[in-house]
T-cell receptor
Framework: NAGVTQTPKFQVLKTGQSMTLQCAQD?????MYWYRQDPGMGLRLIYY???????DKGEVPNGYNVSRLNKREFSLRLESAAPSQTSVYFC????????????FGPGTRLTVL | KNEVEQSPQNLTAQEGEFITINCSYS?????LHWLQQHPGGGIVSLFM???GKKKHGRLIATINIQEKHSSLHITASHPRDSAVYIC???????????????FGKGTHLIIQP
């Protein structure tokens, strides 16, 4: 079991460029999440997917889009990157909303110049 | 919105010391999570508890629902325990997306040999 995997691990973009962060889990989990982590702040939810075929906004969705491609994969897209989106991005999954353990990916460190 | 506060923000201790990290939240919750973020950035779920106490190895987590407070204790601390410890409160009423999980800013723990 690889758990939750994310690509890439590091990325540098220029303002206005677009990119997609990829996330996959092999634990047959229904719920998947995208968070961002900024210095001095707690993890903040960007988008989540309670089950395959559904996505919903979290606390800080502006500037992002997501796709739940299938049960395994949940991608996060920045259409026009801004310096305010410089952050560490974590993907996570759990069996269902509200159930026990949430599993996190290794994170993607994104810098927007 | 649930406010989650952790204390202390930073803690440096000597190997072998008993460590306590505190977490308080502002509104009723159905569960509280403790997470560990390694120096390399990876995040691991340690506990989820809704009452009483849980123990895993040298880690003990307690929660007092009436006082809206939880503590994470580490006995016989070791340099490998050095990490950021994050608490996250799962609100009784999910109204901000997903399952209402609100994260604290984390406690940065350093155990010196």
């Amino acid at each position: 079991n690889a758990g939750v995997t994310q690509t890439p691990k590091f990325q540098v973009l220029k303002t206005g460029q677009s990119m997609t962060l990829q996330c996959a889990q092999d634990m047959n989990h229904n719920s998947m999440y995208w968070y961002r982590q900024d210095p001095g702040m707690g993890l903040r939810l960007i988008y989540y997917s309670a089950s395959e075929g559904t996505t919903d906004k979290g606390e800080v969705p502006n500037g992002y889009n997501v796709s739940r491609l299938n049960k395994r994969e949940f991608s996060l897209r920045l259409e026009s990157a801004a310096p305010s989106q410089t952050s560490v991005y974590f993907c996570a999954s759990r069996l269902d909303l509200g159930t026990d353990t949430q599993y996190f990916g290794p994170g993607t460190r994104l810098t927007v110049l | 919105k649930n406010e989650v506060e952790q204390s202390p923000q930073n803690l440096t201790a000597q190997e072998g010391e008993f460590i306590t990290i505190n977490c308080s939240y502002s509104v009723g919750i159905s569960a509280l999570h403790w997470l560990q973020q390694h120096p390399g950035g990876g995040i691991v779920s340690l506990f989820m508890l809704s009452s009483g106490k849980k123990k895993h190895g040298r880690l003990i987590a307690t929660i007092n629902i009436q006082e809206k407070h939880s503590s994470l204790h580490i006995t016989a601390s070791h340099p490998r325990d050095s990490a950021v410890y994050i608490c996250a409160a799962l609100s009784q009423y999910s109204g901000g997306g997903a399952d209402g999980l609100t994260f604290g800013k984390g406690t940065h723990l350093i155990i010196q040999p």
